[in-house]
């Protein structure tokens, strides 16, 4: 069963986030005990849903050890404000500088049942999914140009850079580009209309990916 929302009001679905941590062997004790005063403190932020426990995925071939996590607010805006808290990061710093990593995702899923709630219609998950690629590849091609001049450490630079690329893409991008293609979403345009708006998303993709490696700033 979906977890539920923490509050009836909150519009749209919850916002699931899955995190990978890399941990060397030594500080394992260490990460199970930040992990545990990371989730204490999420718990006081309005929208928090729930946090799994890590999930230990074995060890990788440099000898780490692998852990995955999911953490779930209510809405993406509630996650942003945790995520970019003071409490947060005061409890993230002495890890990192003791060579704790991680890398997370957000649950594109989401995007497909935000999205099915704000259209007239049932819309397959795959479309959007391709919308969602379409905004998100160019998206964070421009971010990782814009933050690589940043004084930010590897953790901290793609913290940033998923904290913007999912704002954006969530708030601004994805809305806007499903209202242009909603005929074809919904189902409802001709079956020219239906071929054609998929071409010029395939095409745009095409377009994007050429010009990325021919400008010197992306193409490394």
């Known amino acids: 069963m979906p977890p539920t929302r923490s509050s009836p009001d909150t519009p749209g679905p919850p916002f699931h986030y899955r995190f990978l941590h890399r941990v060397a062997p030594a500080a394992r004790t260490g990460f199970l005990e930040l992990e545990e005063r990371l989730r204490t403190a999420a718990r006081?932020?309005?929208?928090?849903?729930?946090?799994?426990?890590?999930?230990?995925?074995?060890q990788a071939d440099n000898g780490e050890l692998l852990y995955e996590s999911a953490l779930t607010f209510a809405s993406l805006?509630?996650?942003?404000?945790?995520?970019?808290?003071?409490?947060?990061?005061?409890?993230?710093?002495?890890?990192?500088?003791?060579?704790?990593?991680?890398?997370g995702d957000g649950d594109w899923d989401g995007y497909a049942r935000w999205l099915v709630e704000a259209v007239r219609r049932r819309v397959p998950v795959w479309k959007v999914n391709l919308l969602v690629l379409l905004v998100l590849y160019p998206t964070v091609e421009v971010l990782r140009v814009l933050l690589r001049a940043l004084p930010l450490d590897g953790p901290s630079g793609l913290l940033l850079a998923n904290v913007c690329s999912v704002a954006l893409t969530g708030?601004?991008?994805?809305?806007?580009?499903?209202?242009?293609?909603?005929?074809?979403?919904?189902?409802?345009?001709?079956?020219?209309?239906?071929?054609?708006?998929?071409?010029?998303?395939?095409?745009?993709?095409?377009?994007?990916?050429?010009?990325?490696?021919a400008l010197p700033a992306t193409s490394t």
């Open 77 to 103: 805006a509630e996650f942003l404000v945790w995520m970019d808290s003071p409490e947060r990061r005061n409890l993230l710093n002495p890890a990192e500088r003791g060579g704790y990593r991680y890398a």
């Open 171 to 213: 708030w601004w991008l994805v809305p806007w580009v499903s209202r242009l293609c909603r005929p074809w979403l919904e189902g409802t345009g001709s079956r020219r209309g239906q071929r054609l708006t998929l071409t010029a998303i395939l095409a745009s993709l095409g377009v994007l990916l050429l010009l990325f490696r």
């Open 44 to 58: 006081g932020y309005p929208g928090f849903v729930e946090e799994s426990l890590p999930t230990s995925l074995g």
